[in-house]
């Protein structure tokens, strides 16, 4: 399966980058960046509220949107948001960030891998905190193409049809949260993440609520 790393090609197929410039890590950076100010690891820590996750099985998932340890949702959003009006949606007051989570890996997960699935989100901002030098494997797949704004051409892919891409330390990618998508298991190195789930205010115009796993889809109708 092909990586693809041209960006106007990905756009094509409706997944952009979005640098959050206040998250480039800085030679010699003393004060400045986001990446230098955040403590990973406690952001990465099993609390009380998430103990399930110290078994260490699977990739570890901790819900960030009001944390006092995360104080950075408006200074990302604000970052993101030319690219969001550019691509996405015409007004920001039509959307609101539903959800924001941490999801880590590392090696000692037993299974590191995300089935493919839709996200429970209009549009997911999903902006990559960490990755190790040596990192191997832990990469997106996208199935198929979603046409996003003001994007020509677009390339019509098929959903068996799929794509991996990379995201770099202080970027973001952008997708429709109806992209469907997976993460290949990690072989190598330690990987963090921040997602943020966004919606639309309009109830009727929202597709957050979906089923995002083909096998919840299955159990509904058993
Ligand atoms: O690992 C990632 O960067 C994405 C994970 C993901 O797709 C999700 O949690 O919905
Ligand atoms: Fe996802």
Known sequence: MPTICDQSRLRSLGVTFCAVPSFQPLPCDSNGSLLSRLNITSLCEPNPLNISMEDNDYAFYKNILDDPSF???????????????????????????????????????????????????????????ERSEDLEGSQIVFYGSKRIRCVEPFEEKQEED????????????????????????????????????????????SEKDRICYADQQGSAER
């Open 71 to 129: 104080p950075y949702v408006e200074e990302i959003v604000q970052a993101i948001t030319p690219t969001l009006l550019e691509h996405f949606v015409t007004d920001m007051n039509d959307v609101y960030v539903d959800d924001v989570f941490v999801v880590h890996y590392n090696t000692e997960q037993y299974d590191s891998r995300c089935p493919k699935h839709q996200d429970p989100s209009d549009i997911t901002v999903n902006v990559c905190l």
């Open 162 to 205: 799929g794509f991996l891409i990379d995201t770099k330390l202080g970027c973001c990618s952008i997708h429709w949260g109806a992209h469907p998508h997976e993460v290949t298991p990690l072989k190598r190195g330690r990987r963090t993440n921040v997602i943020f789930t966004m919606a639309y205010k309009d109830a009727a115009k």
